[in-house]
């Protein structure tokens, strides 16, 4: 008794120490319970803990298992946190104890991220349809381009994304599989997504960080005086807001539709879509700061053949914008994610951005 009550309290000041109240990998130490392979958890409070694993744990920590673990994490490798999808935090698992990819043993790994040449053969969304097929995907560092072909003796390739534009999120819920990635890029002003996974986390991962190595290899060569450091924001970005709202027209008389929108503070961009899974946007508002003509207000006048009565009035320097939401809390999400876009200073890509999309109207 006088043993257990000793590694309790041993237990309970290790927890208390700097590093140790969350989990060491991505703040939640649930997902390792589904790996016993590579972790144990167990309670503090609840489980039996022998005094060799008291003795080990004194020893060690998360801050002294992070520094043998992490020792070599490149930086474009993303580390998931805690509201990640599984396969991103599971595979994170897998990287740092599995494979002991950042330990410095072993480069294998980093070098086939960052190699000129990444393939890797995809489920597809049909631009038009529903059905995934596969195609294969062939990501260029050298040319900082990620080409995909409809077949596998096709010589010439169906698309040709540059890394300019290019974001990656995965979106499980969103394409229904668990290994879900949605690609976002610029085509003749408009956004175009391709929608993709894979059977095998891993190799939707390691696609994954592939494609954060080569965009960070473009931003690091369209930026020579800044580093990696100061790029990593950059290099991919998961979306401020997104969701439904009613959208009536310019004039405001034309009846209100239903529409998906997705606010990215990184391009400042508000896109519509007419369903979560279009291969291509609607239209897209620029939101710039508020020195540029720029606000944001809850609308509370009533509208007419809108079934939602949450409002939002977006003003611009051409057009004054009208969203309905279908509950408050909705409404003051959104709110919330325009104000925090507009707060933000314009960079000169903004304003680059900005002219294109106001050319195009």
Known sequence: ?????????????????????????????????????????????????????VEFMQQKGNNAAKAV???????????????????????????????REFTGENIYFQKIYKSDLFEATLWKKGRDNKQFLKKIFLLSQKEFTLRYFIREDSKIPKAVINMKALNAVFQ?????????????????????????????????????????????????????????????????????????????????????????????????????????????????????????????????SRTRGGRWHCGITLETPGRQFVFMCEQVQEQKEWLQAFRKVISQPMTPEDYANEAILRRGK
């Open 1 to 53: 008794m006088a043993s257990l009550e000793r590694n309790n309290k041993i237990l309970l000041e290790l927890v208390r120490q700097p590093g140790n109240n969350l989990c060491a990998d991505c703040g939640a130490a649930g997902m390792h319970r589904n790996l016993p392979a590579i972790s144990k958890v167990k309670s503090i409070r609840l489980d039996h803990w022998e005094d060799s694993l």
């Open 69 to 99: 673990f992490e020792k070599c994490i490149p930086a474009f490798f993303y580390q998931p946190h805690e509201n990640d999808c599984p396969v991103l935090r599971e595979q994170w698992i897998r990287a740092k104890y599995e494979r």
């Open 172 to 300: 499980p819920e969103r394409i229904g599989h668990a290994h879900g990635l949605q690609i976002s890029y610029t085509e003749d002003e408009h956004t175009r997504n391709i929608f993709v996974y894979h059977e095998d986390g891993q190799t939707i991962v390691s696609f994954f960080n592939a494609l954060r190595a080569t965009r960070l290899a473009y931003l690091l060569e369209k930026h020579p005086m800044l580093q990696e450091k100061d790029l990593l924001h950059q290099i991919t970005a998961q979306c401020l807001k997104e969701g439904y709202m009613e959208k009536t027209g310019p004039t405001q008389r034309e009846p209100f539709k239903k529409r998906w929108f997705t606010l990215c503070s990184r391009n400042r961009k508000l896109l519509y879509f007419k369903s979560p899974l279009d291969a291509t946007d609607l239209g897209a508002v620029f939101i710039g700061t508020e020195n540029h003509g720029y606000s944001v207000s809850e609308n509370t």
